[in-house]
């Protein structure tokens, strides 16, 4: 069985066949489905997809750095208080990212701070976005780290290093996706060094489909093929790889 710790299922390029696409995760051994929020926009069609699948989608909250702008507080307002009804089961999608636009990184840091800050007032973890930013972030959570921080690199793609630097804080798993399918990323190469001790699987669905989907949308159902190639990496049996990064997810979002 499997967990997929992060995938935007209410994505609008999932309209014509969301049911199926669901049912296709749960054929594939893919039971839970954990959803990260972008920004205001995207809360009611979060909260409708968990809310017509309550025992397999399960709701994040949080402020997407993209979509942090000159003032957020409004937006960040709303975060808050949405929070505050505990119905989420983590603080995400936060972060920093540097690869679109610069114009707003002190905002985006001083939202990420705060939003980490939350996490630990309401013990969640975070769900990280770290795009050409991981000396950014990794300045603020070193920072904020404590017993009661714990999250997922969303995405991670870096190098054996930043992995350990990630899982030296304690508390944090490396989200691994359909990018260690691809030959020239370095990731499978990365992972063999690391090991799957400390990672959870994800999608980032409708985005960055694994080999062989690569260039088309990627879906929950394609999990199992992650999974296969972070076994190949580390040299375990797949089904031993599920079992790992199940157990991470579910201590993860205390399930």
Same mark, same amino acid.
């Given at each position: 069985?499997?967990?997929?710790?992060?995938?935007?299922?209410?994505?609008?390029?999932?309209?014509?066949?969301?049911?199926?696409?669901?049912?296709?995760?749960?054929?594939?051994?893919?039971?839970?489905?954990?959803?990260?929020?972008?920004?205001?926009? %995207?809360?009611?069609?979060?909260?409708?997809?968990?809310?017509? =699948?309550?025992?397999?989608?399960?709701?994040?909250?949080?402020?997407?750095?993209? %979509?942090?702008?000159?003032?957020?507080? +409004?937006?960040?307002?709303?975060?808050?208080?949405?929070?505050?009804? *505990? +119905?989420?089961?983590?603080?995400?999608?936060?972060?920093?990212?540097?690869?679109?636009?610069?114009?707003?990184?002190?905002?985006?840091?001083?939202?990420?701070? +705060?939003?980490?800050?939350?996490?630990?007032?309401?013990?969640?973890?975070?769900?990280? =976005?770290?795009?050409?930013?991981?000396?950014?972030?990794?300045?603020?959570?070193?920072?904020?780290?404590?017993?009661?921080?714990?999250?997922?690199?969303?995405?991670?793609?870096?190098?054996?290093?930043?992995?350990?630097?990630?899982?030296?804080? *304690? *508390?944090?798993?490396?989200?691994?996706?359909?990018?260690?399918?691809?030959?020239? %990323?370095?990731?499978?190469?990365?992972?063999?060094?690391? *090991?799957?001790?400390?990672?959870?699987?994800?999608?980032?669905?409708?985005?960055?489909?694994?080999?062989?989907?690569?260039?088309?949308?990627?879906? %929950?159902?394609?999990?199992?093929?992650?999974?296969?190639?972070?076994?190949?990496?580390?040299?375990?049996?797949?089904?031993?790889?599920?079992?790992?990064?199940?157990?991470?997810?579910?201590?993860?979002?205390?399930?």
């Amino acid at each position: 069985m499997y967990i997929d710790t992060h995938t935007h299922l209410y994505h609008k390029q999932f309209d014509q066949d969301r049911n199926e696409m669901v049912r296709r995760a749960l054929d594939a051994g893919v039971h839970k489905l954990f959803l990260p929020n972008i920004d205001i926009t %995207s809360v009611e069609a979060l909260h409708t997809m968990c809310d017509e =699948h309550p025992d397999t989608c399960f709701p994040m909250m949080g402020l997407h750095p993209c %979509s942090v702008g000159e003032d957020p507080n +409004r937006d960040l307002a709303e975060v808050e208080r949405l929070l505050g009804t *505990g +119905r989420y089961w983590a603080v995400g999608e936060i972060g920093i990212d540097l690869h679109w636009d610069k114009t707003w990184i002190e905002q985006q840091k001083d939202v990420f701070r +705060r939003q980490v800050r939350w996490a630990k007032d309401l013990a969640l973890p975070v769900v990280i =976005h770290c795009r050409e930013s991981f000396e950014e972030v990794m300045a603020i959570v070193e920072e904020e780290n404590n017993e009661h921080l714990t999250g997922v690199f969303h995405c991670f793609t870096g190098t054996e290093e930043e992995a350990r630097r990630v899982i030296g804080l *304690g *508390g944090f798993k490396l989200g691994i996706g359909g990018v260690i399918t691809y030959p020239k %990323s370095g990731l499978a190469e990365t992972m063999a060094l690391v *090991g799957a001790a400390h990672c959870v699987l994800e999608t980032d669905s409708p985005y960055l489909a694994p080999v062989p989907y690569r260039g088309k949308r990627n879906e %929950s159902s394609y999990i199992p093929h992650i999974a296969e190639a972070l076994a190949a990496a580390v040299g375990l049996p797949v089904k031993e790889v599920a079992r790992i990064t199940t157990a991470n997810a579910e201590q993860l979002f205390e399930e």
